[in-house]
């Protein structure tokens, strides 16, 4: 019999939005507790509904590469290869505002604060934006080469680059300051996420690679190491992510697999299969019970952490997915494409 991954009845991302953060604690203290009361699993609602299609946004005169969820749940953020950033409002589905980015904008990230937006492309910077003015306050430089991945901490302090080089740059938000650099990829890396307290930071890469690797964080005490090395997928490693409580890693694969892995072991736990062409990104929803998909198959599918099974299969783009996103309250998936386009689909 399978072992549960998930024995978890409360969903920090759904009460995240409406509860004080000094309760939150408290919320996580009782999530750990649950999690060693298997008579609680009785009570647990359904992980997600079938999908259906919310929202379509048009406008992007190029391919779709980048997508985040703000902190209200209500705006969506694009980057392209137009070399713009818009934000929608998804309520209305109007075009909020449009930022001129870097040249292609590869990715985009929320700051946990849900103040600032940060985002990465190929003319080897990273920039910093005020999401409720546009404002650019700082433009991050000295990268050797095009920056494919960011991903902010969790305390808002740092971020780290993923870089064509090779390397992953971990940089002080507030001052610029270069803290580290990760080495030890023999490939460029496609993507970067840190684990919920910060001290980890998971890394995949694509080309002849084919690893994922955890990283001790570094800070201005100690430089940061590598922990460890999972020869991950027979093909590219395209995404990967790190589940709520900090347990698992989630890895999508040119392979057209999604693999879970133990983080502290290195362990797989589980494969995914379905998806009939390259799986280009992965996410946990909030609660960690599910994760999404997005692939070059046109299709987002949803998958229960726990048993593998496939709960969803969600069409509507016309050209690959490039990116995916989950609304902090869990409710929301949004998909960016290759056909210009950005969908959001409602899940809960």
Known sequence: MKRPLFSLTISLGLLASAIAPSILPLITSARAQASENPQLVAAQPKAVDSG???????????????????????TIISG????SI???????????????GNLTVNGVAVSPDGQTLLNSGTDKTVKLWRISSGDLLRTFSGFSAMIRSVAIAPDGDIFAAGSLDKTI???????????????????????????????????GSGGLDKTIRVWQVPDERNPGRLLRTIK?????VLSVAVSPNGRYIASASADKTIKLWDLSSGELLRTFTGHKDWVRSVKFTPDGRTIV?????????LWSTDSGELLATLEGHKRPIMAIAVSPNGRYVASASEDKTVNVWQIR
């Not at 002080?172 to 996420?193: C, F």
């Open 52 to 74: 259906r299609l919310v929202r379509t946004f048009t406008g992007h005169t190029n391919s779709v590469n980048s997508v985040a969820i703000a902190n209200d749940n209500e």
């Open 86 to 100: 818009r934000f929608w409002d998804l309520e209305s589905g109007k075009l909020v505002r449009t930022l001129s």
């Open 232 to 236: 991950a997928h027979p093909d590219w």
């Open 80 to 83: 392209s290869t137009d070399r």
């Open 293 to 301: 998909s997005g692939s070059k198959d046109q299709t987002v599918r």
């Open 169 to 203: 740059r971990i940089v002080q938000l507030r001052t610029g300051n270069e803290i580290a650099t990760l080495k030890g990829h023999t490939d460029y890396v496609t993507s970067v996420a840190f684990s919920p307290d910060r001290s980890i930071l998971v890394s």
